[in-house]
């Protein structure tokens, strides 16, 4: 093992720093203060935190909970490529891939990908273009054809994932083989799901007389196994061991992206997250986005109790951020140890979900306002819009300012018996309702304004949601890059898909399955045999019968 | 007011009841015993309990709590269309909808509807359909098509639901107007999103040279209003007030649906719901599926704290079911005092969030398994596939058994330790590591098998979940069938939509908004002037700047 790891590495318990317990008191003494407006322009968005608990003696306390957690040197570690990634021994250079100066090796793949799709889109090759891949393999590229291509595009991609036959089927179905390009992206090129259902794939290109090396493209960081697999070694892209999947859409995987909404959008994307990455270096702590929000969601979560974080983009375009910030979240936060192994001592990440308004409105605001506990909430706004209706727009952006303010502001009991009374009703039906009427208010959250949903913008989004997870990380001490909770679910698996049928899957039986040290649980890659609880037993038994 | 609300209703709170403190004693001390399977085969569907608690005894205590809130009782109520919507003094009654034995009204219109549909399809009607409505007018019909059409249908079937421009935009570009069907729904047609969309869409066929009454269908309470906006007699179908909006896929809500999967699917659904709602009727309590869920439900939250409630569908046509689910549990249990207006004293409804599996393992798995809570999971699979790759099905199956069986049964530190050994690792980092591979285990969840994925069986999910919020809200006493949440925020977005430009909207300015006298909050249909915080009005002025 690195001595690293053993010896300098060994933060504090967190909960025994003085600054966490005055971070903490601060934190629970302080109200919201929406009538301080508290806000932080940076590069790409403007942030409104006066719907968080601040005040100058949380910053101060904030500040100090940093220093203790050897914040700075940290960054510095992180942004310089060293190991921070510690129970797995590497980086998370995702900076790297969008960093105006990468290294020529980055610099390399880049232009040979962007020339591969301008050679593409030169030759109107492709019009489908069928994506396989699964978590950061997926979801960062979904978010930014959704983005930029949601009033489609000439190119009709598709996104295949889930190991569920449904997918492929569906991904498949009615499309023209010979105008199909269909983009493999796998880190290890042993993920299940993308090389099951890549085989599926290149059975249908071959079942329509086409050669299947002509329409494959894959994105891995073990270029060997792709080649194996049977991709052409200059339609292979390249990324690198420290690029974790979760932060990998700087890289080639953006392929689809780029063949879906032009090369330069990922131009548009790298500068604005490095555009943040800078600001997260310069800018004072008490004005820096990343950081602020680190704060806000470490005191929501740890001292005021809040399990989750609702993300309400106003903005139909940015669907798929919500997965996509679930993603980056809860693998880098869903850990309860801290890097040396001990019980942090509080809550860590919260559960992340959300909706675009003002869908969420009509779907689960109700209990945002008067539910038991409510949640945090980051909502999401652009300035301008890109369609021609402006009523439209001033609609969607009063429906987000005011529900942002009804979660704050709550309605008190005597308002909301004034309210009925105005409505005409009778004074004893009034004081009946009137309970029913009442909302707590009181409810936190982040306002972040894009001025429009530009590459720029959102990079610089994405990048801010990247620093305030690994920021938090700091604070709580823990390992944001790994998860080891992913691993165990798939040793498990490999035991039970052996029980439910006779004939090994396609993926367990070619030589790349198992390949990666971390996926095996013994040398022949599957689980040693496990006794099953009763009902695991029940449900192996009765589906063995109905997967012939 | 009526004085059944005043008189009759009024349940003995919660937290005061000796049977709630029973039920909270005993599920507090029963552990998760996965090996007891605890099995209920209910029409369309089985679920186990096997990994929730459960006893003899717990069982019990759950009978003498639903007895102390006269729950057979509030049943019958429910089914018998009589008025269970305390605050807003109306009926619930969407049972009726799929009643064998429906009354003449509802019958003729479900045959109208069918038939219009039949002359649509055997005239080859309609290639392209914008379904335009949202929350109750739009999941449900989100979710039949993408579970039935997931590998495309021959008319393509466009969902638009957000105010923002970008929705209505995107869910026209492309399409041949000639060829086109608009959809509307609102239960009011007041609602803003839909009116405003819906508006886009006449203009648009009208830019066409097309009569846009030949290409508009309304599904409405309020035929009056549908007409007045230009919809032909013959083309507004009819809902009715006593259908909830949540609750409205068993109404001509459905009518895209019928157009673009077949109206025997909505048969299908109405059978197999229908064929739950006599399963709920009839069979004993500790048999009963929906009883069962919701006793777990109300000990996960309000007896073991657990905030939120995961839904991990393990078929990709499902996706959609989450925010269904979303929409049902969030706004009818999102509530936090009783139907007396009391606080009710423990925690109510939970987040419900999700994200079909495999993906899920790939997105947020990891914070299930390692995260400081986790959260109760409800595992749904089909035990037959409709494709014809059985090993991705097994794969698929496999999978969910071995995420479910990993969140109960946990990896202890030596486990851990022992793989660390076996995989090769010296002793010294083996102990570093194996605190980091270690799973807390005893993660509660149901799993709910479906012989397959028809419409039967969909319909009998549905209407599983429908019950089991009901009964939770029975124990609760809380109206789970109002949504006054939703109302507040709406009354602020009018004032702001104001502040925010000289024009008024086009939906403001019709005659039919603000119509409903419970989005009103004053006689003008504007909210009192307020005064705003430093932050909302900092973002109104600067906002107005971009609204030109």
Redesign the interface.
């Given at each position: 093992?690195s001595d690293r790891?053993?010896h300098t590495d060994t933060p504090a318990l967190l909960t025994e720093l003085p600054e966490w317990k005055r971070f903490a008191l601060t934190a629970q003494t302080c109200a919201p203060r929406?009538?301080?407006?508290?806000?932080i322009e940076a590069p790409g968005l403007a942030l409104?935190s006066?719907?968080q608990r601040h005040s100058p003696e949380l910053m101060a306390a904030g500040e100090a909970l940093l220093r203790a957690r050897d914040f700075e040197a940290q960054r510095a570690r992180l942004l310089a490529g060293e190991v921070v990634n510690l129970?797995e021994d590497r980086a998370a250079w995702h900076t790297l891939l969008r960093a105006p100066e990468s290294t020529p090796e980055v610099q390399a793949e880049r232009e040979r990908m962007d020339a591969w799709v301008r050679r593409a889109d030169a030759g109107r090759r492709w019009r489908h273009v069928v994506h396989i891949g699964?978590?950061?393999s997926?979801?960062g590229v979904r978010l930014a054809v959704t983005a930029f291509g949601?009033?489609?595009t000439w190119r009709d991609v598709r996104f295949v994932?889930?190991?569920?036959?449904?997918?492929?089927?569906?991904g498949l179905?009615?499309l023209d083989p010979r105008e199909t390009l269909v983009v493999l992206v796998s880190k290890s090129f042993t993920t299940?799901?993308t090389l099951?259902n890549g085989a599926?794939a290149r059975e249908w290109l071959a079942g329509a007389g086409l050669d299947p090396a002509n329409h494959l493209v894959a994105v891995t960081a073990r270029p060997d196994r792709a080649r194996a697999w049977g991709v052409p070694e200059n339609q292979i892209f390249q990324l690198w061991d420290w690029v974790g999947g979760r932060f990998s859409l700087w890289s080639a995987v953006s392929l689809s992206t780029a063949l879906a909404v032009g090369v330069d959008v990922l131009e548009g994307l790298r500068a604005g997250a490095a555009a943040m990455d800078a600001h997260f270096v310069q800018a004072p702590l008490a004005e820096n986005a990343p950081v602020r929000m680190a704060l806000a969601g470490v005191a929501n979560r740890s001292v005021l109790g809040h399990?989750?974080l609702n993300i309400a983009p106003?903005?139909?375009?940015l669907a798929n951020l919500v997965?996509y910030i679930?993603?980056l979240d809860?693998?880098s936060?869903?850990?309860?140890?801290d890097v040396a192994?001990?019980p942090?001592g509080v809550?860590?990440?919260p559960?992340?979900?959300g909706?675009?308004?003002?869908?969420a409105?009509?779907?689960?605001?109700?209990?945002?306002?008067?539910?038991?506990?409510g949640?945090p909430v980051d909502f999401i706004l652009c300035?301008?819009?890109?369609?021609?209706?402006?009523?439209?727009?001033?609609?969607?952006?009063?429906?987000c300012?005011?529900?942002?303010?009804?979660l704050?502001?709550g309605?008190t009991l005597a308002q909301a018996r004034a309210?009925c009374l105005?409505?005409g009703?009778?004074a004893?039906?009034a004081d009946?309702?009137?309970?029913?009427?009442?909302?707590?208010g009181g409810r936190p959250n982040h306002?972040i304004?894009l001025p429009r949903l530009s590459p720029y913008s959102l990079g610089a989004l994405l990048a801010l949601y990247e620093h305030r997870v690994f920021t938090q990380g700091v604070i709580w001490g823990i390992?944001p890059f790994?998860?080891?909770?992913?691993e165990?679910?798939?040793v498990?698996?490999?035991?039970?898909?052996a029980?439910?049928?006779p004939?090994a899957?396609?993926?367990e039986g070619s030589p790349a399955a198992g390949a990666d040290?971390r996926d095996?649980?013994?040398p022949d890659g599957h689980a040693p045999a496990v006794r099953?609880?009763?009902?695991?037993r029940?449900?192996?038994e009765?589906?063995r019968s109905?997967?012939?």
């Open positions: 093992m790891l053993k929406p009538d301080a407006l508290d806000l409104d006066s719907g129970t699964i978590g950061g997926d979801w949601y009033a489609g994932a889930n190991i569920d036959g449904h997918a492929i089927e569906g179905a009615g299940a799901e099951e599926r399990g989750s106003y903005d139909s375009r997965p679930q993603q809860m693998e936060l869903g850990k309860s140890v192994g001990r942090v809550p860590t990440g559960a992340v979900w909706m675009p308004g003002t869908d409105q009509h779907t689960f605001f109700q209990w945002m306002h008067q539910g038991s506990d949640a300035r301008e819009a890109d369609h021609h209706w402006p009523a439209h727009h001033r609609q969607l952006l009063a429906n300012l005011a529900q942002r303010e009804a704050m502001r309605k309210e105005a409505e009703l009778d004893a039906r009946w309702l009137a309970p029913h009427r009442v909302h707590p306002l304004a390992d790994d998860q080891w909770g992913v165990y679910g798939k498990l698996a490999r035991g039970i898909i029980e439910l049928g004939d899957s396609a993926a040290s095996r649980s013994g099953h609880d009763a009902s695991t029940h449900w192996i009765r589906l109905s997967t012939p």
